[in-house]
């Protein structure tokens, strides 16, 4: 089977400021908001450029399955982000008021990183790979 991931979903306390944190300060860009007559609203972002969504799934929504009751804000692990300049990147999110988990970016062997939060907890971890290696 050969198979592309195109969608993950993150729990979010509430979508719509999940969806603002997302497009105005992450710089990602909306791709879906669909509401169903009689059914849950179904919001997705994006990197610009990328093919992956995030799809943020509304905390306290049933699924049909009934999967959703035990899905919780911010309970997953990093979502990782490749940049090609962990520092400026740093700089540019935290300027917009995105808060991090450290003060700077910490230095590795396998390159730089640095990890923020959303609102809900979720976290997401930029890395910059060295610059002597390629990721490919």
Do not use: H
């Amino acid at each position: 089977m050969e198979a592309r991931i195109t969608q993950l979903t993150i729990v979010v306390k509430n979508q719509e400021a999940a969806l603002e944190f997302y497009t105005k300060k992450v710089g990602f860009e909306k791709r879906t908001d669909y509401t169903p007559p009689g059914g849950n609203r179904w919001v997705t972002v994006g990197p610009k450029g990328e093919d992956v969504e995030l799809a943020l799934f509304q905390a306290g929504t049933n699924d049909a399955n009934g999967w959703s009751s035990r899905w919780q804000a911010g309970n997953n692990p990093p979502i990782v982000l490749r940049v090609d300049d962990c520092r400026k990147a740093f700089a540019e999110l935290k300027s917009k008021g995105v808060e991090f988990k450290q003060a700077q970016p910490d230095e590795y062997a396998w390159g730089i990183s640095a990890t923020f939060s959303d609102p809900d907890g979720n976290l997401f971890s930029m890395n910059q790979p060295p610059a002597a290696k390629s990721w490919s």
